[in-house]
Each structure stands twice: as C-alpha cells, then as structure tokens.
C-alpha cells in the first residue's frame, strides 16, 4: 500500500495486545508448560516495539520484497479442492520404515561426498488422485546425512524446481556463506556445491531444509526437508541401538492436493492434518531393549509435547548434543518445530503396549492455536527386553562466562485494518496484506545489518515476545549454538535449570529469555521466527559478524 494514496487524518486501528501466559511447573519435564488462558494486557503498537498505531508503517515496508530481487515465477491460482483428505487414505500401523541415508560417492576417509537433487514426483495418497510433492533424492524425508565430527562434506545441490531455493544446513556447525542463507539463491535449473570441514565438539543431531525468501514454507510443506547427524570421535552411547524419529505433517485436500496457505496459516502457522513420522502416518514402533530416540520437530508450525503415555524416559541431548548428565524420570518432551532431542527408552519390566502421542497443548493466541491431543505411534515393548546401562557423564559443556556484547531484540505481530479490510475480497489464498511480523518495529530486508557482532566475543542475547496477538513465538539464531541462562516472566526471574547447547528457544507471550553464545565465523547470519510462515512474512533479521576489534 502506497502512504501517499491514504487519508492520512483517517485513523488506523492496530489490534496488538500483548498475552499474558501463566507459567506452569510440571516436575516431570523441563520444558515450561503454558496457560494462555489469563487475560492479555492490552499494548499499544509503540510499545510493542511496532511503531505508532497513529499512521507510521513498520520499518523497512517501502520494499515490497523485502529487498530481494526474486526469479520466482508467479504462482498460478489454486484451484483445487478446499476439502481435506479423510484420515482414512493414508493406511497406519505399519512398521516404522528406517530413514535413508544419502550416499557417501568418496573413498577417501574423513570425506562426505554426495549430491542432493530437490525436484517435484507423484504420490498416490488419496485413491484415484495424484499428489505433486518436492523431495529430495526422491525421498520425503529427505535422506539422512551421517557423517563425524573432523569429516569434510562436499553436497552438490541440483535445483530441479520450478522455484529458487537453498539449502540451509540448520543446527551443522558451517561457515556462512556455506549455510544456504537467503541471498544465496540457488535458481531453478542451477546448482553449487557446499563445502565445509566440521569441527571437532560438533556432533548433535541436526537437520536440513530450504531457505529461499519468503517460500520457505512452501517447500518445506510440500516434503523438503531431511535429517542430518554430525556423530561424535567417541561417542558415550555407541553402544545403544538408536530409532530415529523424524515429524512433519502433511495437509492434503480429498483431491490429491497439497493446499496453499490460508490466511489463518500465515497469521498462526500451517499445520497439516496428517503427522507423520519418516513419512509415515501412525507406524508401529517395537521397543525390544533400550533405544536412543534421536527426535526431530521438521513441522512448519506445529508444536509436539510428547509423552509414552505415563512411561518415563531420560533425556540425554538437545538441539546442540549431548548433555553433561542424563535427566531422568521425564515423562513429556516438549519440541517447538525446528527443535530436536535426544532421548533414552527403557521397556518396562514384563512388555506391554502404549503410545506415542502429541499432548494437547496452547499455542497461544486466546485459544485459536490450541493443539488437541494426537496419537503419532503405536508401540509395544519385548516381554524380555535388552536393558543397557546410560553412563552418568556424557560429555563437558562449560558455561560462557561474562557477556561482552549485547543484543536486544522484541518479536511483534502488527495488524493494519484499513489494509486488511480493503483486501478482504481476495482469494482465500493470497498473502494477508496488512499483517506485519516483525522483529524490533521492522521487517526483515535482505540489504539491511540490524545487528553487528564481533567474532570471538561472549554475547548476551534478550529476546522478549510482545506478541500482539498472544501467541509463542520460537526463537532461532543460525550457525552458532547458544546456552540459555534464564526465562523472565509475569515479573519473576528463573534461572535456566540446565546447561545445554540450543539454536531454537521457545517464547511465550510476554516473556524475556536470555541466553549467550559466541560468534566463530565472519560474515552474515540470519535471525528469525521458526514459524515458517512467520518467517516468510519478514520476521527475521541479519547479523553481521565483524572481525575482532
């Protein structure tokens, strides 16, 4: 919208209102639990960070693009059926099928190399209907990259989509200008090779996804996205057999097709009808010992809060690796999308059955993001299981000490009625216009540094969610991972309970997290709202890591 066709002296309303959650202890996990049920705190849009509600756009909406000059071809109309697939097409109960690997073409030792082709294929989900999905390598997900700390990795990536797109290596410990960031288009019919050498205290469990501006919701709901493990020299728990769980979803129209974005979604996030696991909706896990469950949450949106149904588990990993000391007794996990864990499964004495099973829970927004409960899995466990011990240490983390630098950054959502009303008519499928995603009042814009670091340092980060609209908003940094050292919230401070390396923290609404890490590469990073919608409606940030002074 240009300023200068507006009335300038007719008054624009913004609905920002800022929820206040109520934290709730939950002994049995470490992850905050949420009451969004409280009354919200009404803000105006300064204070929110936003700008004012009298007239002033968010900073950086003079360009429409977000500065970038795109080759994307315009997206025909959708035209297909606005109906979802019945639960039923998608058969469940079957074994969980193992990931693929994506194969290591080098002899030499110490060296990964392989290509990974991004391309659309058919899939017959719903009877007589063909569904248009993008993989990689022919695989939803994506195929597993297993590969050691000290190894050096060459992927040769082959865009074969009708989209530019990237590849960007989320949680692999890569130089930036390796890590597939938005500037670094990859165009359709093009390709490049990424190129890094993994240094050594890097094993985690990680994974990869697409980065384009503004359609990295798009690629990542149509299947493209893939598992990536960096394995430590010695590992602690090599001896324990390992079931890798890796969780998206899937929306699917009783057509066949893979529906666009609502405006609901890019407002809270899309969220498909279907979880899958590894590609497969509901499988049957058997639990015949101890298992390491490497999880991932690959989801654009959706959040998971796990449980075994009453049956506890140990966590011994986050996004970042293992932890110093395995947590036992939990018995839920909760992953924002783009977070992954580490757990240990012990079968209960004597066998028996249970599930796996997605936890209802409140995203926020005055109910409109509330999750119902789901079943993912059906398992059943060995009547005489091989039980194998966990050792009590896994590894050193040394906590960052005083902080050098620091950063400041509020998350806010910005609703423009007067925009919203006169773009009300459009296809239920368009792009909202006049819903503003921000970090710090702006939007992100591919020419502009919103925060300078310097290589080596110790930087404190706050991050607080003013959440216009109430909902949590999860909190990713590229490239380096962070340690968490406290949550503010309704006024009380508490300290981080575990040292851990993390690059994606949930936000509630109203809360300030802080947490410190330190900058090993020079050159550009990227910020942002793991809601991939978010994302795409700008709000994320650069970072710009300079030499040290």
């Known amino acids: 919208m240009n300023d200068q066709n507006r009335q300038t002296n007719q008054p624009r309303r913004a609905f920002l209102r800022l929820g206040a959650a109520a934290g709730l202890a939950v002994p049995a996990t470490l992850y905050a639990q949420h009451n969004h049920n409280a009354a919200p705190a009404s803000a105006t849009a300064q204070n929110a960070g936003a700008g004012s509600a009298g007239g002033n756009r968010p900073r950086g909406m003079q360009m429409a693009n977000h500065g970038h000059s795109s080759s994307r071809a315009a997206t025909p109309a959708y035209t297909g059926s606005s109906q979802l697939a019945d639960a039923s ?18 002899k030499e030792r110490g060296k990964f190399v392989a290509t990974l082709r991004a ?3 058919q899939r017959d989900w719903v ?3 063909s569904t248009t ?17 000290g190894d050096t990795v060459e992927i040769q990536f082959e865009n074969h989509l009708a989209q530019e797109s990237t590849v960007h290596w989320h949680g692999v410990a890569t130089p930036p200008d390796q890590d597939g960031n938005p500037p670094d288009i990859v165009l359709p019919g093009a390709s490049r090779q990424y190129r890094y050498t993994l240094p050594s205290d890097s094993a985690s469990t990680n994974w990869y996804h697409p980065h384009p501006h503004e359609m990295t919701s798009e690629q990542v709901s149509h299947g493209l996205a893939g598992p990536f493990i960096v394995r430590p020299a010695n590992d602690p728990l090599a001896h324990l057999p390992e079931q890798h769980l890796f969780i998206t979803d899937l929306r699917l129209a009783d057509d066949g097709n893979i529906p666009p974005n609502t405006r609901r979604d890019w407002m809270f996030g899309r969220e498909g009808q279907f979880t899958l696991i590894n590609g497969e909706y509901r499988p049957h896990i058997h639990v015949d010992g101890t298992q390491r469950w490497r999880i991932w949450n690959a989801c654009n949106a959706r959040y998971l809060r796990l449980t075994l149904g009453g049956q506890p588990f140990t966590l011994v990993g986050t996004d970042g690796g293992l932890l110093q000391q395995p947590v036992h007794g939990l018995t839920e996990l909760l992953l924002t999308p783009a977070q992954r864990a580490e757990i240990i499964v012990h079968p209960p004495e004597g066998g028996g059955s249970t599930e796996l099973r ?7 927004a005055g109910g409109r993001n509330r999750q119902s409960d789901q079943p993912l899995a059906s398992l059943t466990f060995a009547r005489q299981p091989e039980l194998r011990p966990v050792p009590d240490t896994l590894r050193t983390i040394t906590a960052l000490g005083e902080p050098q630098a620091f950063h400041t950054i509020f998350m806010t959502e910005l609703m423009d009625m007067d925009v919203m009303r006169n773009n009300s008519g459009n296809t239920p499928y368009a792009r909202p216009q006049g819903l503003y995603l921000m970090l710090n009042g702006q939007i992100y814009d591919m020419n502009r ?12 980060w706050q991050v607080t969610n003013l959440s216009g609209m109430g909902m949590d908003h999860p909190f990713h940094v590229h490239g380096e991972p962070f340690q968490v050292v406290e949550r503010e919230f309704q006024g009380q401070r508490t300290p981080e309970p575990l040292l851990a390396w993390r690059d994606t923290i949930n936000v509630r609404a109203g809360e300030t997290v802080r947490f410190r890490m330190v900058q090993k590469h020079i050159g550009l990073r990227m910020f942002h709202c793991h809601i991939l919608e978010h994302e795409d409606l700008g709000m994320m940030g650069n970072l710009m890591v300079l030499a040290p002074s």
Do not use: F, M
């Open 89 to 106: 097409v998608l058969p469940t109960g079957r074994p969980l099928p193992p990931l693929q690997k994506l194969a290591n073409t080098s």
């Open 358 to 364: 997605n936890a209802a829970y409140d995203r926020g």
């Open 119 to 121: 391309q659309p294929e």
């Open 127 to 129: 009877p007589g209907h």
């Open 133 to 149: 999905v993008w993989c990689y390598n022919h695989s939803i997900p994506g195929p597993l990259v297993d590969v050691t700390e």
């Open 449 to 460: 540094t919103d925060i300078t670091a310097r290589q080596g340092q110790v930087e404190q």
